[in-house]
Nanobody
Framework: QVQLVESGGDSVQAGGSLRLSCATS????????MAWFRQSPGKEREGVAV???????DYDDSVKGRFTISHDDDKKILYLQMMNLNANDTAMYYC?????????????????????WGQGTQVTVSS
């Protein structure tokens, strides 16, 4: 059973930064495709960043240049560094994992493709 626990969400001013963390129970980290999604009230869950640790990371256009996905293999923690935040970034943020092959498929941006999810952490950006 894969367990994912997010933390680091907070309320910040526009232009500020946050780093989200996702502690995982993954036994073999490199075997998984890891991703960050977000969801605002009334909207569908959308992919923000996808990380294939044997390959390159990928980002939604709305966060390119501002968000960075990374990981600590020893601690088994996934991170999302967020900079220059704006009101449109306000959402519940989730980390998700799936078998590694998904990272090389177009479905990697679909929430339905991920079987494992954390409980989410709230990010609120005020202008």
């Amino acid at each position: 059973q894969v367990q994912l626990v997010e933390s680091g969400g907070d309320s910040v001013q526009a232009g500020g930064s946050l780093r989200l963390s996702c502690a995982t129970s993954l036994a073999t980290y490199a075997s998984y495709c890891m991703a960050w999604f977000r969801q605002s009230p009334g909207k569908e869950r959308e992919g923000v960043a996808v990380g294939a640790f044997a390959g390159s990371n990928d980002y939604d256009d709305s966060v390119k240049g501002r968000f960075t996905i990374s990981h600590d293999d020893d601690k088994k923690i996934l991170y999302l560094q967020m900079m220059n935040l704006n009101a449109n970034d306000t959402a519940m943020y989730y980390c998700a994992s799936a078998p590694r092959l998904l990272c090389y498929q177009s479905d990697r941006w679909s929430a339905r493709s991920y079987p494992y999810w954390g409980q989410g952490t709230q990010v609120t950006v005020s202008s």
